[in-house]
């Protein structure tokens, strides 16, 4: 048995690419950055957005590269000798690729899609299946028109378990995505009102997230969420793509995992639940009740792939937040520590009402305060300003003590806050980041979180550096 992930033959084939200079038998992984590559790896020369991966060939085959895979419009680049594999089209190569990846693979095959927490989810189902058997899970938020069959190319023949995270902002995205990857399950964690600018409203949003149905295998199963709006449209659009069997979880008394109970703490959850008739009572190593209901599909998905249950539900205690999404740091500040906690991957309205209930479940100390520093929910067509201002119910609903607002649309969350819980405001995060620097003091609890483009991270570097203390999760949520 080779420890190749590839042999360089196979690649070869699997993309109709021909061949230059003197390859090695195989290559040890998949690499689109040339920064991160490891020794042994095929470099992909990807186009992106700012850069041309081309640009980058000699110096990826120089630091320990097996092979470059290059565009035949620009093969005379490099030397007669350089190992290359030579496709019309290098995304395209990666493409078929990772279609030969799921041909030849025998593991059980799980997507992921949702408007909130399919990284988390996708992580939680990592985490469970690892003690299971040999996994393979998208990277990060490897969930686009590159990053799906690039974590498909890298899947290893051997895994039992594969997960992937399959992502979209427009109608069409999902389709041909969820084609390549075949799942024998599909997880629709929510469906909420997010790339609104994009939709005409949620059900669109819905039947965008239904496209993940048609490229389930015979005999595959939906797990969809039952609380949700839209369960109903999904259902049937499930059943219009040939779907048999549909699993539903919430705390909706048909549902067929349901949360019976809930305990939640400002670390973690203690959840009871039934999952298709199998009472369970586990503790969930993340806090928050969206968090506590995902894990629900999660438990779902290991008891139909024929998983140890049991054994699923005591590794939900060891899931813990991602960079970006609920990570916490302990900030240190003369007489003591603050929390921060870092939700700045991305936000729409869904995932900032789930964050404030995070931070309003928060522990702090004496005269600590809860403090919400947010940035602009992009993305929401005609209906941002009055999706910004609607935040302000769950600002009082969750008690929280302070607000800082940076961006145009937070403006009108800002005008509808109450005196006593404005922090402060500013037109970018840059402006922001000086007034949150000089509030801060022990025993708060602070969250800062706001789409990408908000640019909201530095914020959180910021009072890092200030304040360095353990970058670290709570002992308790580890």
């Known amino acids: 048995m080779s420890d190749f992930l590839w042999s360089s033959a196979a690649m070869a084939e699997a993309m109709g690419a021909a061949t230059q ?31 041309d991966g081309h640009a980058f060939v000699e110096a990826a085959l120089n630091n320990g590269a097996g092979l470059a895979v290059v565009e035949a419009a620009q093969r005379d680049k490099f030397p007669a000798d350089a190992r290359l594999l030579v496709v019309d089209d290098v995304l395209s190569g990666l493409v078929d690729l990772g279609i030969a990846a799921r041909a030849r693979l025998g593991a059980q095959v799980i997507a992921v899609t949702g408007s909130v927490g399919k990284t988390s989810t996708k992580e939680a189902l990592r985490r469970v299946f690892e003690a299971q058997g040999e996994t393979h899970a998208s990277v990060a938020s490897f969930n686009n028109h590159w990053g799906v069959p690039l974590t498909l190319a ?23 995505l969820v084609k390549m990857v075949r799942p024998h399950f599909a997880v629709i964690t929510t469906v909420e009102p997010v790339h609104l600018e994009f939709f005409d409203g949620v059900e669109a949003i819905a039947d965008a997230k239904a496209e993940i149905f048609t490229g389930l295998e015979p005999g595959g199963v939906a797990i969809l969420n039952r609380d949700n709006p839209q369960f109903a449209r999904l259902e049937a659009r499930a059943r219009e793509c040939g779907v048999s069997r549909i699993v539903s979880f919430g705390t909706d008394m048909a549902s067929d995992a349901r949360m019976v109970d809930i305990a939640l703490h400002p670390t973690c959850s203690a959840v009871h639940a039934d999952i298709l008739g199998h009472e369970v009572t586990y503790k969930l190593g993340m806090p928050g009740r969206h968090m506590a209901m995902n894990s629900l599909a999660v438990l779902s998905a290991a008891l139909l792939t024929g998983a140890d ?14 960079v970006g999404r609920g990570l916490r740091h302990h900030l240190g500040i003369a007489g003591g520590e603050a929390t921060l906690i870092d939700e700045t991957f991305n936000a729409n309205p869904a995932s900032m009402r789930a ?26 067509g005609p209906e941002g300003a009055e999706l910004h201002r609607g935040v302000v119910d769950a600002v009082q ?3 929280i003590d302070l607000v800082f607002c940076c961006g145009p649309l937070m403006r009108n969350l800002w005008d509808a806050l109450s005196t006593g819980k404005r922090g402060g405001y500013a037109e970018d995060a840059a402006g922001l980041e000086s007034q949150v620097l000089a509030a801060i003091r022990a025993g708060d609890a602070i969250m800062v979180k706001g ?28």
């Open 451 to 478: 789409s990408k483009g908000s640019r909201m991270k530095p914020i959180v570097s910021a009072l890092e550096k200030r304040f360095p203390g353990n970058a670290a999760l709570d002992a308790a949520a580890v």
């Open 397 to 399: 609903r969750e008690n």
């Open 154 to 176: 890298r899947c290893p023949a051997s895994a039992d378990f594969a997960i992937f995270e399959i992502g979209m902002n427009h109608s069409g995205e999902i389709e041909p």
């Open 21 to 51: 200079g003197a390859l090695p038998e195989g290559i040890a992984g998949i690499s689109i950055d040339s920064r991160t590559l490891a020794p042994g790896e095929a470099y992909f020369a990807i186009k992106g957005d700012v850069h």
């Open 309 to 322: 249950l049991a054994l699923a539900a005591l590794t939900l205690s060891q899931v813990e937040a991602a």
């Open 355 to 380: 964050a404030l209930s995070v931070l309003g479940a928060a522990a702090v100390g004496p005269n600590g305060r809860r403090i919400a520093v947010l940035g602009d929910m992009l993305e929401l």
